[in-house]
């Protein structure tokens, strides 16, 4: 009913316009002819009275006393007797300014009738664009998307679209806000444990004084301290303030200096490392910051690899990305781990005591920062296993 009606005022402009110019085309041509026939009747009767002078008190009395009645019949009339065509000499329409002052007031009402139907119609238009904000406003469905192609359509579209982008502006906002309480909260979490050692171990050490309570303070103010740096860390990653200096780096290489640094850890866990190296890789990363992204995915393989296992990596790349695998060869991940592995905070089942949560998200930032995706997973064969993909463009 909406696009019939749409279709109507358009159709009804024209219709009065047409009506318009048809009553002034009427208008003029009556006139015109008007003239035309004074002229060719002015001609006849000079022409008659210079052929007969004293024929031009009749011609005169004629004029006068002529009054336009019935039109005569063929039969009656004597010019159509002496065989002279009928429209050789109009008569002037009388009416003919008659139906055109009435096809001007038709057209005129009718483009009147229009103009207030248009109106109407677009004062609707804007009432229920207003009310679709204000129920937007109030937080209800604001049932922006009606159908009707017209001048409102572009501003509806619009509309939609800030709509929308406030909804999506909202809901980020609320997911940050919970994020940023349940951030807080495993924080304080995270703090309160190491300051409960601390204060149990000062409390023993004021009791028994012993080096064994000042190696326990040490190691929980370290533990402190990595919490700090990593929590400034991820902070630093959200703002987009970490500077990442990019340049072409061997992925060999890379994988090498991370191993290399972990190292000590490895001997201590019994546990080595085997990069095979293959076709000559290169990737344009920070390779301090991307080294250390690595390093998290390998010592987290590491934790989980039985005494006498192996963590392995390898890489290669293709014209959209480079391919980057860390393995081990324990147990895996539990099911329940997977979707969450990468959240701050969280610590799967088998997650070790010295742990604090945020390595792998730390890495996780770091790597998607330089357009890179990392991604875990079980093998068929057993192992958990670390996929990266940095990519080209």
């Known amino acids: 009913m909406r696009e019939r009606k ?27 002819y008007n003239r035309v026939q004074i002229r060719v009747l002015g001609e006849i009767c000079g022409d008659a009275i210079e052929r007969e002078p004293q024929a031009k008190g009749a011609i ?50 009718l483009f009147f009738v229009t103009v207030l139907l248009w109106n109407k119609r677009n004062t609707e238009r804007i009432t229920r664009l207003a009310d679709s904000l204000e129920k937007v406003n109030t937080g209800g469905d604001g049932g922006l998307f009606f159908g009707g192609e017209d001048a409102f359509s572009g501003l509806q579209d619009e509309i939609g679209k800030t709509v929308t982008e406030l909804y999506q502006t909202r809901e980020a906002a609320l997911a940050a806000r919970s994020n940023f309480a349940e951030n807080l909260s495993n924080i304080a979490h995270q703090i309160k444990t190491p300051i409960t050692a601390i204060s149990l171990s000062v409390q023993m050490l004021s009791e028994n004084p012993s080096p064994g309570y000042l190696d326990k303070i040490r190691c929980q103010l370290a533990h402190l301290t990595r919490l700090a740096d990593g929590l400034l860390l991820l902070s630093r990653i959200d703002e987009g303030t970490l500077a990442l200096e990019k340049k072409e780096t061997d992925v060999f290489t890379l994988l090498t200096l991370a191993a290399d640094n972990l190292c000590d850890l490895f001997g201590k866990a019994g546990v080595s490392v085997a990069i095979p190296e293959a076709e000559p890789a290169v990737i344009c990363v920070d390779m301090d910051w991307t080294m250390e992204a690595l390093m998290n995915l390998m010592k987290n393989c590491m934790e989980h690899t039985p005494r006498g296992g192996c963590v392995c990596c390898s890489y290669e790349q293709n014209p959209i990305y480079t391919w980057i695998r860390i393995w081990d060869s324990g147990e895996g991940f539990a099911r329940e781990d997977l979707p969450h592995l990468f959240e701050r905070f969280y610590r799967g089942s088998n997650a070790g005591s010295g742990g604090i949560g945020i390595g792998l998200a730390l890495s996780k930032a770091i790597i998607e920062s330089q357009n890179g995706t990392v991604a875990a997973c079980n093998l068929p064969e057993g192992g958990a296993c670390f996929e990266v993909r940095m990519y080209c463009h």
């Open 6 to 32: 749409n279709r109507m005022v358009p159709a009804g402009f024209v219709l009065a316009v047409s009506l318009l110019a048809a009553s002034v085309t009427a208008f003029l041509s009556a006139g015109y």
């Open 60 to 109: 005169l009395s004629a004029l006068k006393e002529y009054r336009y009645g019935v039109e005569p019949s063929a039969e009656e009339n004597i010019i159509c007797a002496w065989g002279y065509d009928r429209s050789v000499f109009l008569q002037t329409a009388a009416a003919g300014p008659l139906f055109a002052a009435a096809g001007f007031a038709a057209g005129a009402a």
